[in-house]
C-alpha cells in the first residue's frame, strides 16, 4: 500500500502540544497542513507555536530558508470542520474521552469524503470502541504518537475490529514517509508500549515496598546495568504519577484486575499526598531550588585477586571473563554449573531464586549473587546480594573483585530475581503475551519498546540473547516465591522454552 499522496491536506483536530507537534511532522514531511481546535485562538497559537519551532531550525542551519518559507505556504488554522471536507487525512489529539472523541468523527463522517482516512491520536482507548458509531467505521485506526511527536520516532498503528486493512496500511506507509518507525497492533487495552512498559515501573515499585532498597540506588542499577535512560522512580517524577498512576489503572481494570497490571500502594499514596514528581516540586525525590537527590549507595572495597576459577558457562555473564583477563588476573576454568570462585565468595549470576533457597538447595557456601547486566563487558555497576550464612570475608571478596573489573555494588536485601533481571523478566513476558494473543509481531514489539521508550535492546530480542529459558526459569522462580499469578510465565515462552527455540527464529 502506497502513502498519504504529498498533495492531501493533513488536518489535526487538537492544537495542543501533542496536536501541534503532529502537525509539524505531516508539513515537515511535505503536506498542506490545517489545524482546528475549539477553543478560542487555540488553532492560532498552535500554528504560532509551529512556527516558533521551526525558526530554531533555521537559526541552527537545520533546515533552510527556502524549506521554511514552502512550509509556511503550507500551514494555516481553520475555524470550523467544515473547512476539512477536502482533507485526505484528520488526526483526532483531544482529551482522552471517549465521548467527546465519537462526537468529533460523527461530525467529521458527515463533513469529510467518503475516502478520507480518520485516524485517532489516542494512547488507551479502544479504536474499535471509537469507530462503534460511525456509519463507515472501516475508515478509522489509531495513529498514536509520541511526546514529543516532531522528535519521538514510534508510531503506533492501531487496527479496531472494523478497520480497512488497506486503511493501516496506508498510515503505516504515511507514517514510514514521514520518517517515523511504525509498528502494527490489534486494539486492546494498552496497545503495545503502555501495556507492556508496566512492570518497568510495577518491579522497582514493589522493591521499594518490601524494602530491598532505595529509590536512588534502584535507579542507578537500572541505569548503570540494566541500559536504560532513567530508573522507574526519576521517570515517573518526570512523566508525573498522576498521569503514570491513571494509565497503570486503566490498563489494570481493562483487564479485568489481572494481577499482573496491578497498581502501586507507594504511587497511590504520593497522588493521594499531591506529590506528583517534578511539575509539584516533589515526588520520590525533591525538586525544590537547592534539593540535593539522593546518591546511590556503594559498597567499599579493597583488596584484589591474581587468580579465579569459573566452574562451567556464566551464560549472560561471560562478558566478566573476559574482564578479568583484561585486568590481569588469571583464569582457571573447570567444568560445573556456572560459578566464579574469588577467594571465599563463590559468585553466581541470579536465576530467580533468593540467594538463601540456592544455597540450601545447591548446597553452597559463602554463595554472592550478582544482577543481571545489559552488557557484562561495559557495566560499572552490580546489584548483589548474599546467603545469611555467607561470611564476612566471601561479601568482601565479591565486592573486591567487581572493583577490580571497574564494576561498582550496590547491595540489595536477598530478593527474587534482583533488580535488574526480575524487571527485564516481566518485560520480556508481557512482550510474549502481546505475540501470543495476536496484538503485534516480535519484531514490534522490540521496536515499540526500543523507539517509543528508548529501552537497551527490545525486550524479547534481549531474551534471545540471555536464553528464553533464563527468562522463563527466573519467572517460575518469582512465582514459586510469591505465590502469586502476576509472575505465571506466558504460554509463548513457556513453548519457545520447550522447543529449545527463540522468539526471533
Not at 48 to 76: N, Y
Not at 343 to 354: F, I, L, N
Not at 395 to 422: F, H, N
Request: aromatic share 6%; proline share 3%; hydrophobic share 45%.
Amino acid at each position: 500500500m502506497t502513502a498519504l499522496d504529498k498533495n492531501s491536506l493533513v488536518a489535526v483536530i487538537g492544537g495542543g502540544a501533542m496536536g501541534a507537534g503532529i502537525a509539524q511532522v505531516a508539513l515537515q514531511a511535505g503536506h498542506p497542513v490545517a489545524l482546528f481546535d475549539n477553543r478560542a485562538g487555540g488553532a492560532q497559537q498552535a500554528v504560532q507555536g509551529i512556527v516558533h519551532q521551526l525558526e530554531r531550525q533555521v537559526e541552527k542551519a537545520k533546515m533552510t530558508e527556502s524549506f521554511f518559507d514552502d512550509c509556511l505556504s503550507r500551514l494555516h488554522s481553520v475555524e470550523s470542520l467544515g473547512q476539512l471536507a477536502h482533507a485526505g487525512l484528520i488526526i483526532e489529539a483531544i482529551v482522552e474521552n471517549i465521548d467527546v472523541k465519537r462526537t468529533v468523527f460523527q461530525d467529521l463522517e458527515d463533513i469529510c469524503e467518503p475516502t478520507c482516512i480518520l485516524a485517532s491520536n489516542t494512547s488507551s482507548l479502544s479504536i474499535t470502541a471509537l469507530a462503534a458509531s460511525l456509519k463507515r467505521p472501516e475508515r478509522l485506526v489509531g495513529m498514536h504518537f509520541f511526546n514529543p511527536a516532531p522528535l519521538m520516532a514510534l508510531v503506533e498503528v492501531i487496527s479496531g475490529l472494523a478497520t480497512d486493512e488497506s486503511v493501516a496500511e496506508c498510515i503505516h506507509a504515511t507514517a514510514i514517509a514521514w520518517r517515523k518507525k511504525p509498528v502494527r497492533a490489534r486494539s486492546t487495552p494498552g496497545f503495545i508500549v503502555n501495556r507492556v512498559a508496566r512492570p518497568f515501573y510495577a518491579e522497582s515499585f514493589r522493591l521499594v515496598q518490601e524494602q530491598v532498597s532505595d529509590p536512588a540506588t534502584l535507579d542507578a542499577l537500572m541505569r548503570d546495568a540494566g541500559g536504560f535512560r532513567m530508573g522507574a522512580f526519576e521517570l515517573t517524577d518526570l512523566i508525573g504519577h498522576d498521569v503514570n498512576y491513571a494509565v497503570t489503572c486503566s490498563v489494570f481494570d481493562a483487564y479485568y484486575n489481572d494481577t499482573r497490571f496491578q497498581p502501586s500502594l507507594i504511587q497511590k499514596e504520593l497522588v493521594d499526598a499531591g506529590r506528583f514528581g517534578r511539575k509539584s516540586g516533589r515526588g520520590f525525590f525533591e525538586y525544590h531550588d537547592g534539593a540535593v537527590k539522593p546518591e546511590p549507595k556503594v559498597l567499599k572495597a579493597s583488596g584484589g585477586f591474581d587468580r579465579c576459577v569459573v566452574e562451567g558457562d556464566l551464560g549472560a555473564a561471560h562478558g566478566l571473563v573476559a574482564r578479568m583477563g583484561k585486568a590481569g588476573i588469571e583464569v582457571v576454568l573447570r567444568g560445573g554449573s556456572g560459578l566464579l570462585h574469588a577467594g571465599e565468595a563463590v559468585m553466581a549470576m541470579s536465576d530467580g531464586r533468593m540467594a538463601c533457597q540456592r544455597a540450601r538447595e545447591d548446597g553452597l557456601q559463602n554463595l554472592v549473587l550478582f544482577d543481571l547486566a545489559h552488557d557484562f563487558n561495559q557495566t560499572n555497576r552490580l546489584a548483589i546480594t548474599w546467603a545469611s550464612n555467607t561470611s564476612e570475608q566471601a561479601r568482601a571478596d565479591a565486592v573486591a573483585l567487581l572493583a577490580q573489573l571497574g564494576i561498582q555494588t550496590s547491595a540489595v536485601a536477598d530478593v527474587p530475581g534482583l533488580v535488574v533481571l526480575r524487571t527485564v523478566a516481566m518485560l520480556v513476558n508481557e512482550g510474549a503475551e502481546v505475540v501470543l494473543h495476536g496484538v503485534s509481531s516480535a519484531a514490534d514489539v522490540d521496536l515499540a519498546m526500543v523507539a517509543g521508550v528508548n529501552y537497551p535492546i527490545g525486550p524479547l530480542a534481549w531474551a534471545d540473547s540471555i536464553s528464553p529459558k533464563a527468562i522463563f526459569d527466573c519467572l517460575e522462580h518469582l512465582q514459586a516465591s510469591y505465590g502469586e499469578e502476576r509472575y505465571r510465565p506466558s504460554l509463548l515462552l513457556r513453548r519457545i522454552t520447550q522447543e529449545g527455540r527463540r522468539f526471533h527464529d
